[in-house]
């Protein structure tokens, strides 16, 4: 893959590259964004390239390289500085986890394209459907953490902001044509308040492996231990959990329980590579697992059968309102606004509001029938 872009692309390694970009930013009003990050190589994913893109330039922002990054964040409090994104959500969420950052005054693409009822609404897609661009996407799994980056992953990273703005403008012709502008807006704002992403881990995660439950209270004991095993194997690997052992071989050691290398290797879902690197490991797990106390189930909170009645209420009137206008039902009211709602319970309009905010467009125009639902 070879540049055919006339656009300059700038690399920016320095805090000095940095402050001249945000300095060249002083005029702009658009600015496209993303971000590639390590999560299929790395124990604890991090953001490790920045992506921007105005007119007349694409710009590469290194983290991995330039150690403070915070000026960034009045970048993204500009409110007369538009910040184009697609499919947003992450980006933001993995940007507020590593640098702290707050966003205001954000356009999301792929909120438009499906606030507009588009059924093919990713990246690859649109490019070729909009600018006859074929993206390829060798590049999507790389390791974005490796050093230096290749010419062809810069070319591949550059094409994410690239054609952002004027795709934006494409798809802000086609919201108002349609009347659905302020519609699509209102969900880019509420996407500013996502909450960073959490990047731990969970000692308790092993009760949330699939078929876990099924097994009785020593295999569950087993099955934590090796869970806790895994973790410090990938910690101190600083690969992903899933590359270090599968869910499912885990589950079956647990199922299996071996007290000696053939036991172990007779087990089909454990791979021999992962008998050479960790038998010594698994056996001293499945051994601690079983001697210790067997791990107490958590407990659910008694399901409230007033609220969940009120939930399914709105999620079927949620759904019929996203079949009548041909959009996803998800666009006519975000499952965390619904879920606040039929908790709160409101009566009247004036207690609606509050819970619907910044959702204005949509208070107006369902905020009588969504009480109506609530209380069918």
């Known amino acids: 893959m070879t540049s055919t872009l006339n656009t300059p692309l700038h690399l920016i390694e320095s805090k000095a590259g940095l402050e001249q970009f945000i300095a ?3 005029h702009e009003s658009q600015l496209a964004v993303d971000t590639e990050s390590n999560s299929l190589y790395a124990y604890q994913e991090q ?10 330039k694409d710009i590469l922002v290194d983290p991995l390289k330039i150690e403070d990054l915070s000026s960034l964040g009045e970048v993204f409090q500009r409110p007369d500085l538009k910040k184009v994104f697609h499919g947003s959500e992450y980006d933001l969420m993995c940007l507020k986890r590593d640098f702290g950052f707050e966003f205001v005054n954000i ?8 606030t507009l009822g588009w059924k093919k609404t990713g990246l690859g897609s649109l490019l070729e459907n909009v600018f006859e661009v074929k993206v390829n996407k060798k590049y999507q799994r790389a390791n974005w953490g490796a050093r230096p980056l290749s010419e062809d ?11 952002l703005i004027p795709l934006e403008a494409h798809l802000e012709a086609e919201l108002r044509k349609a009347g659905r502008m302020e519609e699509a807006a209102e969900l880019c704002e509420l996407l500013t308040h996502v909450k960073a992403h959490e990047n731990g881990f969970d000692e308790n995660g092993f009760w949330g492996i699939r078929h876990a439950r099924d097994l009785n209270p020593r295999q569950m004991a087993i099955l934590r231990e090796l869970y806790l095993m895994r973790d410090t194997e990938a910690r101190r690997a600083n690969r992903p959990h899933f590359k270090v052992m599968h869910d499912k071989a885990l589950l079956s050691i647990a199922q299996a329980s071996p007290t000696n290398n053939s036991d172990l290797e007779n087990i089909t879902d454990v791979p ?20 210790a106390k067997p791990p107490v189930k958590p407990t659910r909170k008694p399901r409230d059968e007033v609220y969940q009645h009120r939930y399914d209420n709105l999620h079927r009137w949620r ?11 998800d666009i006519i009211l975000p499952r965390e606004i619904m879920e606040d709602i039929a908790h709160a319970a409101p ?6 509001q509050p819970l619907m905010a910044p959702l204005n467009w949509r208070y107006r125009t369902y905020g009588k029938a969504i009480l109506k639902a609530l209380w069918q």
Request: charged residues 35%; contains cysteine; positive net charge.
């Open 24 to 26: 060249d930013l002083r």
């Open 347 to 352: 009566k009247k309009m004036e207690e609606l």
């Open 319 to 329: 759904k019929q309102q996203g079949r009548k206008r041909s959009v996803e039902s």
């Open 47 to 56: 953001v490790c390239l920045i992506q921007f893109s105005f007119p007349g």
């Open 107 to 114: 356009a999301d693409t792929r909120v438009s394209c499906r």
């Open 272 to 291: 021999a590579s992962i008998l050479r690197r960790y038998k010594s490991h698994i056996l001293d797990a499945v051994k601690r697992g079983a001697q």
């Open 153 to 163: 992953m810069r070319y591949y990273a550059r094409l994410d902001t690239h054609y």
